[in-house]
């Protein structure tokens, strides 16, 4: 599925994690607390200013980034086995360096 975002949107991969139990189980990622962290895949233009100039996002694809725990709005949609979140660049916290 392609999706072109709008204006200031970004469209984010959920980081899914298996995590491994004390006594050896392994969790995926279905079986445990949602990640706050993902890879952007696609960016809009950028933010319409009250000028009329756009404001290019800081985001770029490829990049991980830290977001809050429930982005605002019913904003998520299942690509097979992904789930990818539509928020707007405001709603993300970080890009992870290194």
């Not at 899914?16 to 050896?24: D, K, L, M, R």
């Not at 995926?28 to 696609?42: I, L, M």
């Not at 290019?56 to 097979?80: E, H």
Request: net charge negative.
């Amino acid at each position: 599925m392609k999706i072109r975002p709008l204006n200031d949107r970004v469209v984010v991969r959920r980081k899914e994690e298996e995590q491994t139990s004390a006594g050896g189980i392994v969790l995926p990622g279905s079986a445990q607390e949602k990640s706050n962290e993902g890879e952007v895949v696609a960016v809009g233009e950028g933010r319409l200013l009250n000028d009329g100039k756009v404001r290019p996002l800081t985001v770029k694809v490829g990049d991980t980034v830290i977001f809050g725990g429930y982005p605002s709005g019913n904003n998520t949609i299942q690509d097979g086995d992904d789930e990818l979140i539509i928020m707007s660049e405001g709603e993300i916290f970080g890009i992870v360096e290194g």
